[in-house]
């Protein structure tokens, strides 16, 4: 995988969200950082996936326990 670094100081580019490198300040080139759109789509991918978790921790939270290193009830 290819790593992107800052054009200035070659730190590393951890996050795509941010205009500005995190270690030197100076403003990233556009290629380097996400559009307004990949922005969002990217916001709307982890909503959805915090709404998929959270759904499945409450049904889990639902099921009747089972002590599973016994092999469950018997």
Known sequence: MNQLR?????ALIVSRKFSKCTTCGVNLSSSLVMTSEQAKKVAEIDQHTKN?????L????QMPSQDLRRGGSH
């Open 58 to 61: 409450k049904w889990h939270s």
């Open 52 to 56: 998929v978790h959270e759904a499945s």
């Open 6 to 10: 800052c054009q200035k100081c070659s």
